[in-house]
């Protein structure tokens, strides 16, 4: 194995107490942060395609903080009424508090698992006959929450509100990197659209989940450190995990 100096994380730089900065400071490695991909709104032409009225939801579903932001930018864009009746649903806390920077955070309106899809899912049962749900989403997203609002007959609308678009990476010495992360499949995507010659050789690939995983393989690349796993539930332990055994 050669020797693994430079990491490629294709991720926005993050806190400065992040776990990576303490592997990069233990194993003696150079860890750059580098988004692959940029989350972009649709356009209010595209949006009113949708048919979606944003006055007509008394509560929406909020899977992320990027769902959180287009749906406070579109509904500014289309002049909606935020009401103080408006119930919200989150998949985490973090995402819940996150409320505060568009609206007052009231908890009797805010509602929020522990992260946990099925957590989650107990929680909006139980909130099932609230009316009808909207959910912010991107043009391409995880099915699994659509297909349970489906299965348990919810009142719901899917609305496409921001989708992710390659980022411009042509000025980068991709070769010069022993290792790249990646944490979406349109994250791998952006690698091969930039460099469309590009051979992965002795460069080590980390990805993060199953979606991930698979499209690293449908493009005909080497998956060499994956996560989550058992022992490791983030991608930074699983590289940590890895240089430790190394």
């Given amino acids: ?14 806190h400065p107490r992040s776990h990576y900065f303490t592997i990069a400071e233990k194993h003696k490695l150079k860890i ?8 972009v709104s ?8 949708q048919r979606v009225d944003l006055n007509t939801f008394p509560a929406v579903i909020f899977t992320s903080r990027n769902s959180m932001d287009f749906y406070f930018k579109m509904m500014e864009e289309m002049r909606a009424t935020i009401s103080q009746e408006t119930k919200y649903f989150c998949v985490s806390e ?3 508090l996150y409320l505060q920077k568009y609206i007052q955070y009231r908890k009797r309106k805010v509602f929020f698992s ?12 139980k909130h099932k006959n609230t009316g009808k749900f909207l959910v912010p ?4 997203r995880n099915d699994e929450l659509a297909n349970y609002l489906s299965q ?3 009142n719901y609308t899917e609305s496409v509100m921001y989708r992710a678009v390659n980022a411009d990476l042509s000025e980068m010495a991709i070769n010069d990197y022993d290792m790249i992360v990646f944490f979406s499949p349109t ?3 952006s690698l091969l659209d930039n460099f469309p010659k590009y051979k992965q050789g002795n460069t080590l690939i980390a990805a993060y989940g199953s979606t991930t995983h698979e499209k690293i393989e449908e493009l005909g690349l080497r998956l060499d450190l994956q996560a989550p796993t058992e022992q490791h539930r983030s991608m930074s332990m699983v590289i940590e995990s890895y240089f430790d055994r190394n």
């Fill in 187 to 189: 994250g791998v995507q």
């Fill in 42 to 49: 649709v356009t209010n032409k595209e949006f009113r395609k």
């Fill in 94 to 96: 973090a995402i819940a």
């Fill in 1 to 14: 194995m050669s020797k693994i100096s430079k990491i490629l994380v294709s991720q926005p730089e993050p």
């Fill in 152 to 154: 348990e007959e919810f």
């Fill in 114 to 125: 522990n992260g946990n899809f099925e957590d989650f899912k107990r929680l909006i049962k």
């Fill in 137 to 140: 989403c991107t043009d391409i």
């Fill in 32 to 39: 750059e942060f580098v988004p692959f991909i940029e989350i």
